[in-house]
């Protein structure tokens, strides 16, 4: 039970080769509005400056 509370717990930054940086586990989020979500439990942020929804991946990185 400890360790699922401690992988939860933890922040994970993932870069996707030629694709989003994904953000999950326990973090605070506040986009280019201030906007703030508390622990949305996981982003995809674009890497490649293509999508229409920034700063979300909405995969034209795929296009
Ligand atoms: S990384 Fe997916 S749209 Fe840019």
Do not use: A, W, Y
Request: glycine share 6%.
């Amino acid at each position: 039970m400890e360790e699922k509370e401690e992988k939860t717990s933890k922040t994970v930054v993932k870069i996707i080769d030629n694709g989003p940086l994904i953000i999950s586990g326990n973090f605070i989020f506040q986009d280019i509005k201030r906007n703030i979500e508390s622990n949305p439990g996981k982003v995809e942020l674009c890497r490649c400056g293509r999508s229409r929804n920034k700063p979300f991946c909405d995969c034209s990185h795929k296009e």
